[in-house]
């Protein structure tokens, strides 16, 4: 199971989708670090689970790019290319601001109720301090959003792109410099401004959000940048 794809309410995964899930976990908060291998004996041993559990867990990391896997070689965590992450933040910004007419040709009272509660859901888990918790309806806040443009081929891409620049982000930065429940309070701009109607303003929320990111989207983007 996707970061995307978990719900606001827990549910039963298969056992294969927690060992994904713990995995992605350790991978994306760095403590798995870039290049540590993952050996499927040694996995199965720690979940107490078969290794083909494993390897099915590791071939979903594979697809979204967090692990690399070779014939008859060890599989080991994805490296976390600044020049990757670069891109990959510019080339979300790109789908999300663009995305912004269809976002409001597509809003109703559904979206908003569901973007609201993923934004009462990341402010809970900012408050305990789960970062994971709260990247996780970060995420499922930015793709619920996207989905009302109905772009469905896209939404894999920028799903991409927000697991990544959010794991750089983390791996780059010190605990001090993020603060999570400011984290949680920036998607409140986004929320109101859909709430106007008004594709310019949304547009405009997204970018500033987008290049505003901690550390990171000043980096890669000028003072100036423009929306597309």
């Not at 772009?151 to 990544?164: D, I, T």
């Not at 303003?201 to 000028?222: K, N």
Request: hydrophobic fraction near 40%; charged fraction near 25%.
């Amino acid at each position: 199971m996707t970061l995307a794809e978990r719900p606001l309410a827990s549910t039963q995964l298969s056992r294969s989708e927690t060992v994904e899930h713990a995995l992605r976990r350790e991978i994306v908060l760095g403590t798995l670090s870039p290049g540590a291998a993952l050996r499927e004996l040694d996995l199965a041993q720690r979940f107490k689970c078969a290794q083909g559990t494993i390897r099915e867990a590791l071939m979903r990391l594979s697809e979204d790019g967090l692990v690399s896997r070779r014939a008859r070689r060890d599989t080991h965590v994805a490296q976390a290319s600044p020049t990757d992450a670069g891109e990959l933040l510019r080339i979300r910004h790109g789908i999300e601001c663009r995305a912004a007419a269809g976002v409001v040709a597509g809003c109703d009272d559904a979206l908003l109720r569901d973007l609201d509660l993923r934004l009462q859901a990341m402010r809970v888990a900012a408050l305990q301090g789960d970062e994971y918790g709260l990247l996780e309806q970060d995420c499922g806040f930015h793709l619920r959003l996207f989905a009302a443009a109905a772009m469905p081929v896209v939404e894999p891409v920028l799903f991409r792109c927000l697991v990544h620049t959010q794991r750089f982000k983390i791996l780059n930065t010190t605990p001090e410099s993020r603060d999570l429940l400011a984290t949680a309070e920036r998607h409140g701009s986004i929320i109101q401004a859909l709430e106007s109607r008004d594709t310019d303003t949304l547009a405009r929320a997204l970018s500033h959000h987008i290049t505003t990111i901690v550390d990171f989207g000043p980096a890669v983007f000028t003072p100036d940048q423009d929306v597309p």
